[in-house]
């Protein structure tokens, strides 16, 4: 068997051509920071640079972490869409209080965004849903996502059942199809260096106006 600690030692990190990161010129919202440094990745053909963590506890407190798609993002914060009978649509429901996190490996960039989580109107949210994929409108009309499944048979079939309601009736959404808005308390990029000098720049919120702060390494 391969001797996996000797094998994750000798991975390579932070590699390559990375670009630079001054925080002395950035601008006074994060929002058009994370604008920017997306572009980049978009620009860069970093693999799904709107792909993120999204991280959400339970009533308890104990958190979940998965990766989501990023809906769209401005001024008012991070949009991402969720069904509310989904493990982290029901954890949203208990905490409305959430954790982005980006990774855009090529540029050695990460984000972290965290900050009390509001849910948008149905017209929105339906909006949302009726802008996706056959298949992943189909998937989500179930409503079934994370509970068990006996087979793939079983999903085959419930799917095919859904897909061919839609088809029917094109404008159906189901009213669990919900687009939430993190609003950002803080947000802080990372720009990794090979030497190790990585640079951390934090935004803070206090009502609309935004601190800046340098973090050690
Ligand atoms: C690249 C990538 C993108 C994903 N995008 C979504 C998404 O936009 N919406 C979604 O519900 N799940 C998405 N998933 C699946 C989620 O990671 C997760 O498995 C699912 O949402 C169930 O999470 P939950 O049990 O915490 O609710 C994506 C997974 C990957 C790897």
Not at 133 to 155: D, F, I, K
Not at 189 to 208: C, E, I, K, M, P
């Amino acid at each position: 068997m391969a001797d996996v600690r000797q094998l994750l030692r000798g991975l390579p990190v932070f590699g390559g051509e990375l670009p630079a990161f001054d925080p002395a010129a950035t601008p006074d919202a994060p929002v058009e920071l994370f604008t920017d440094w997306l572009l980049g990745a978009i620009r860069a053909q970093v693999p799904e640079p709107h792909a993120m963590t999204l991280a959400t506890a339970d009533a308890d407190g104990n958190p979940s972490a998965r990766t989501l798609i990023l809906k769209d993002v401005d001024a008012d914060g991070w949009r991402f869409a969720a069904h509310d009978g989904s493990a982290k649509g029901r954890e949203l429901t208990a905490r409305p209080y959430a954790a982005l996190t980006f990774y855009w490996q090529p540029l050695a960039r990460q984000v972290r965004v965290r900050g009390p989580v509001v849910r948008e109107s149905a017209e929105r949210s339906a909006a949302d849903f009726l802008a996706r994929s056959a298949g992943a409108r189909a998937e989500a009309l179930l409503g079934r996502q994370s509970r068990p499944l006996e087979s793939l048979a079983e999903r085959d079939t419930a799917v095919a059942g859904a897909a061919e309601r839609l088809a029917g009736d094109p404008g159906l959404v189901p009213p669990e199809w919900t687009l939430h808005t993190l609003r950002a308390e803080s947000v802080e990029f990372w720009q990794g260096a090979a030497d190790r000098n990585h640079t951390r720049l934090v935004y803070r919120r206090t009502g609309s106006a935004w601190t800046k702060e340098l973090l050690w390494p």
